[in-house]
């Protein structure tokens, strides 16, 4: 089975008055890359990357670096064409752009891969341990023209975070970070007001915050049974991750913006997260996930695939989901 082409498809969706905010940008629209990768066999397999930015840049890499290390080879030898691909770009894209594109490749690979073996990608990667999975809902963002309007936004706040749990959902994530750290923590009690205590409640503050100002929030709210507090402090600050998970009591999350089993293996021998968060879009495709994985279970951190994306990304994630050991082990119930 050879590669004879590989196509690149940029989603956008623009949202108009439904534009949300997070603690870094608004967004006016969504967007992704989708790639398609052929072979001789008549077997095509789909992947997803570019969501973190103008999808555009993914698909030029793509389309004229790595599909010179692609075409004519064989599809079912992922990890060899991710070192490939890897090696032959690391020079300069050893995060960003170029890693995302690899993640796109790699995933259409594995699906060839699974196509062609007759079997799901979960299998290929040792074998389902679950067939289904908890959801939480993601929302409370900031919506609306009159977004930076602390108090017109709380009773509309609530009434978003009651919705999710009428609707069966057990667990919630919600942000903060777009203003001042004493309306963060207004917004907190507000929705855990409005969700009561049975439902779990995340709080990704998206990079907004210094150590200290993370700290100090993260103490306010610790009463009100926080889940996970997910990047509190800016991708590069290690230490100030260090600082903000060894003075609260709450979980820390963290990995969505780091990338390869290198960029994990510093985030984790630092002592940074309890949760580790890779993008399988973004981090390294399946390829890198096995490796991720591994480093982070031998040092006792939970990993919880990061997904932002269309289908294809929820797919994957789903996949390596079912292909992840229960944590801890007891979990596992013995036959």
Known sequence: MKITKIETFVLKVALGKERFYSSQCAFPERNSLLVRVHTDDGICGWGEGGQYGPAEPVAACIEHVLARHLL??????????????????????????????????????????GKAAGMPVSRMLGGAFRDKVAAYATGCYYRGEDYLDFRKQ????ADEAASYARDGFKMLKVKVGLLDVR?????????????????????????????ATAVDFARRVEQYDIGFLEEPVVPEDHDGYRRVRSRTSIPIAG??????????????????????????????????????????????????PHVWGSGVALAAALHALAATPPFPHTHNPIP
């Not at 709380?154 to 706040?157: A, D, E, G, I, S």
């Not at 929705?191 to 409640?201: K, V």
């Not at 780091?258 to 973004?282: H, S």
Request: hydrophobic fraction near 40%; proline fraction near 3%.
């Open 183 to 211: 309306e963060d923590i207004e917004r907190i009690k507000t929705i855990r007001e409005a969700i009561g205590e049975d439902t779990r409640l995340f709080i990704d503050c998206n990079h907004s915050y210094n150590a």
């Open 154 to 157: 709380l009773p509309k706040l």
């Open 255 to 304: 990995g969505e913006c780091e990338y390869t089993r290198y960029g994990f293996r510093d985030l984790l021998l630092d002592g940074c997260v309890d949760i580790a968060q890779p993008d399988i879009c973004a981090s390294g495709g399946f390829s890198e996930w096995i490796k991720i994985h591994a480093l982070a279970s031998a040092l006792g951190v939970w990993v919880i």
């Open 72 to 113: 004519g080879e064989d599809p079912r030898d992922p990890v060899m064409l991710w070192e490939r691909m890897y090696c032959g770009t690391r020079d300069f894209g050893q995060k960003g752009t170029y890693i995302e594109a690899i993640s796109a490749v790699d995933i259409a690979l594995w699906d060839i891969a």
